[in-house]
């Protein structure tokens, strides 16, 4: 084992687990202000069940022995047994495929855990506000066996798609085809979102951009440990996977932002966030298979192909919230097949050794450009899609006519406080106080008949009157000792000509100040 990539990938896990709560923010911010916990809940749901369940048996179902190609033994490493802390994976120890050899079994565990954590959460932007918390534990668990699994292990673990000779560096397919395409599901089961009071618009106004813009940043800073440790070393795969995302997602926000504008809207901070996160997800398949120019392009075409994506379901009245299927399904579908089209040429893929590489090469002796290889990305990638789709819509279909999924339509517009008895902003009355220590006048009523005993309480030390307008100050000496300062500042009521000081205990007290 390697010390140096042990604490790189260390480091890289810890990333990808700051997305999820990123991911919290970012959808949190784009829904209304009475649902947002209901959504960042279900985003740190995926932190604890999807990783509880990933320990106990799915992490086998993706890295274990594989049964014909198509799924992992589920006993292979259930509960992480056979998972060294102190060895690698190394490969048919145990029947699996997956081979580490330079970092310890139960560090590669634990990063791959992170990708499946934030997996079903990124499809919880797609069905906002339309899914009840137990109907969806149910469909988390369930999906994260009957698709997660399954298509990690193809791609991954040694299934058919890997045999057949598909790359995905870091979850094009697994990831965000996935998550996409089952939130696509979704949207044909549940239907659209009940209309408020307030009409439509306020369906899709941001209740807080500053969050969306506090979660791209917390998710754009992960995506670092996303791709960048996809390498599984800290080597210079590792590297340009980082550098590409950086470009990519650059890229992709000031395109979206220009595509904007050629359609006549004014450049925001929520389109900036969103098309950086396009971009990022377009380069994850291949942030690790392509040179940094490729990545330019690839953040170019995302801004434009899911912008697009976004447009059709919108034309179409398919009510997809946050644009989940836009964004991640077809912006991991586009960065899939681009793979085939912008990885290294073919000098780079048939040399003896990675040393003797030409310096220009993203990764040598692995994928490299040319039309079989284009045709091999699009066919898993559309299979993938097609698997997604079709298995979330029937899981759902039986959801909804069993148990319900949707909540009662009067609770929609309210969930956090319907479902979950909490407010994710309390405002409390303005203080009566007046910071000279006085009510107004208005007040004083209320506070002789005892309804604001703090307030008296406070004034109290003070003894000063509870009445009347705010009281005259004479202006402070700087320098000031006992009684003449008390001569010079006490408060004349403005009327009466009468202090506001009816003890002498009030001066002895002002003496100690």
Same mark, same amino acid.
């Given at each position: 084992?390697?010390?140096?990539? /042990?604490?790189?990938?260390?480091? !890289? *896990?810890?990333?990808?687990?700051? *997305?999820? @709560?990123?991911?919290?923010?970012?959808?949190?911010?784009?829904?209304?202000? /009475?649902?947002? %916990?209901?959504?960042?809940?279900?985003?740190?749901?995926?932190?604890?069940?999807?990783?509880?369940?990933?320990?106990?048996?799915?992490? $086998?179902?993706?890295?274990?022995?594989?049964?014909?190609?198509?799924?992992?033994?589920?006993?292979?490493?259930?509960?992480?047994?056979?998972?060294?802390?102190?060895?690698?994976?190394?490969?048919?120890?145990?029947?699996?495929?997956?081979?580490?050899?330079?970092?310890?079994?139960?560090?590669?565990?634990?990063?791959?855990?992170?990708?499946?954590?934030? /997996?079903?959460? %990124?499809?919880?932007?797609?069905? +906002?506000?339309?899914?009840?918390?137990?109907?969806?534990?149910?469909?988390?668990?369930?999906? *994260?066996?009957?698709?997660?699994?399954?298509?990690?292990?193809?791609?991954?673990?040694?299934?058919?798609?890997?045999?057949?000779?598909?790359?995905?560096?870091?979850?094009?397919?697994?990831?965000?085809?996935?998550?996409?395409?089952?939130?696509?599901?979704?949207?044909?089961?549940?239907?659209?979102?009940?209309?408020?009071?307030?009409?439509?618009? &306020?369906?899709?106004?941001?209740?807080?951009? @500053? %969050?969306?813009?506090?979660?791209?940043?917390?998710?754009?800073?992960?995506?670092?440990?996303?791709?960048?440790?996809? +390498?599984?070393? $800290?080597?210079?795969?590792?590297?340009?996977? $980082?550098?590409?995302?950086?470009?990519?997602?650059?890229?992709?926000?000031?395109?979206?932002?220009?595509?904007?504008?050629?359609?006549?809207?004014?450049?925001?901070?929520?389109?900036? !966030?969103?098309?950086?996160?396009?971009?990022?997800?377009?380069?994850?398949?291949?942030?690790?298979?392509?040179?940094?120019?490729?990545?330019?392009?690839?953040?170019?075409?995302?801004?434009?192909?899911?912008?697009?994506?976004?447009? =059709?379901?919108?034309?179409?009245?398919?009510?997809? +919230?946050?644009?989940?299927?836009?964004?991640?399904?077809?912006?991991?579908?586009?960065?899939?097949?681009?793979?085939?089209? =912008?990885?290294?040429?073919?000098?780079?893929?048939?040399? @003896?050794?990675?040393? +003797?590489?030409?310096?220009?090469?993203?990764?040598? #002796? /692995?994928?490299?450009? &040319?039309?079989?290889?284009?045709?091999?990305? =699009?066919?898993?990638?559309?299979?993938?899609?097609?698997?997604?789709?079709?298995?979330?819509?029937?899981?759902?279909?039986?959801? #909804?006519?069993?148990?319900?999924?949707?909540?009662?339509?009067?609770?929609?517009?309210?969930?956090?406080?319907?479902?979950?008895?909490?407010?994710?902003?309390?405002?409390?009355?303005?203080?009566?106080?007046?910071?000279?220590?006085?009510?107004?006048?208005?007040?004083?009523?209320?506070?002789?008949?005892? #309804?604001?005993?703090? %307030?008296?309480?406070?004034?109290?030390?003070?003894?000063?009157?509870?009445?009347?307008?705010?009281?005259?100050?004479?202006?402070?000496? @700087?320098?000031?000792?006992? &009684?003449?300062?008390?001569?010079?500042?006490? !408060?004349?009521?403005?009327?009466?000509?009468?202090?506001?000081?009816?003890?002498?205990?009030?001066?002895?007290?002002?003496?100690?100040?």
């Amino acid at each position: 084992m390697d010390s140096g990539d /042990t604490a790189f990938m260390f480091g !890289c *896990m810890t990333l990808v687990q700051f *997305m999820t @709560p990123g991911l919290a923010f970012f959808y949190g911010g784009l829904v209304r202000s /009475t649902n947002v %916990l209901t959504i960042m809940l279900q985003s740190f749901l995926s932190l604890g069940l999807v990783f509880v369940l990933w320990y106990i048996f799915v992490f $086998s179902l993706a890295f274990g022995k594989s049964w014909n190609g198509l799924i992992g033994d589920p006993s292979t490493f259930a509960f992480f047994r056979h998972v060294s802390i102190q060895a690698p994976l190394t490969g048919n120890t145990y029947g699996e495929v997956v081979s580490v050899p330079n970092i310890p079994g139960l560090l590669f565990a634990g990063y791959q855990g992170m990708f499946a954590v934030i /997996t079903p959460a %990124l499809m919880t932007g797609a069905f +906002a506000d339309r899914f009840r918390v137990g109907p969806y534990l149910v469909f988390k668990t369930v999906w *994260m066996i009957v698709v997660y699994g399954p298509v990690a292990h193809w791609v991954w673990g040694g299934g058919w798609m890997q045999q057949w000779g598909v790359w995905d560096f870091a979850g094009g397919i697994v990831v965000h085809i996935t998550s996409g395409f089952s939130a696509l599901a979704s949207l044909v089961i549940l239907g659209s979102r009940h209309v408020p009071e307030e009409g439509p618009e &306020s369906l899709n106004q941001p209740h807080s951009v @500053p %969050l969306v813009a506090l979660g791209t940043a917390m998710l754009w800073f992960g995506w670092f440990g996303f791709n960048g440790g996809s +390498a599984l070393a $800290s080597n210079g795969v590792a590297i340009v996977a $980082s550098i590409n995302s950086q470009i990519a997602g650059s890229t992709g926000m000031i395109g979206w932002v220009v595509v904007e504008a050629l359609m006549g809207k004014k450049p925001g901070m929520v389109g900036a !966030c969103v098309g950086a996160v396009a971009g990022l997800a377009t380069v994850t398949p291949a942030a690790g298979y392509v040179q940094t120019w490729a990545a330019l392009i690839i953040g170019a075409v995302a801004s434009v192909v899911c912008n697009a994506c976004v447009m =059709l379901l919108n034309k179409y009245d398919m009510d997809d +919230a946050l644009d989940v299927w836009g964004v991640h399904g077809m912006g991991g579908f586009t960065g899939t097949v681009l793979v085939g089209l =912008l990885a290294d040429d073919a000098s780079c893929g048939a040399l @003896p050794t990675a040393d +003797a590489a030409r310096a220009d090469c993203a990764n040598p #002796e /692995t994928v490299t450009r &040319s039309g079989k290889q284009v045709f091999i990305q =699009l066919s898993c990638a559309v299979i993938a899609a097609l698997y997604s789709f079709l298995v979330s819509y029937a899981l759902l279909w039986m959801l #909804e006519n069993s148990i319900g999924i949707r909540p009662r339509k009067h609770e929609e517009g309210n969930l956090d406080m319907e479902h979950h008895g909490e407010e994710a902003y309390v405002t409390t009355p303005k203080s009566k106080l007046l910071q000279n220590g006085f009510l107004d006048s208005a007040d004083e009523s209320e506070a002789s008949r005892g #309804e604001s005993m703090p %307030l008296r309480e406070q004034a109290a030390p003070l003894n000063v009157a509870l009445s009347a307008p705010a009281p005259v100050h004479t202006p402070r000496t @700087p320098m000031f000792n006992g &009684s003449s300062w008390a001569r010079r500042h006490t !408060c004349v009521h403005p009327s009466t000509g009468s202090n506001g000081i009816s003890s002498p205990s009030v001066l002895t007290s002002l003496r100690t100040v």
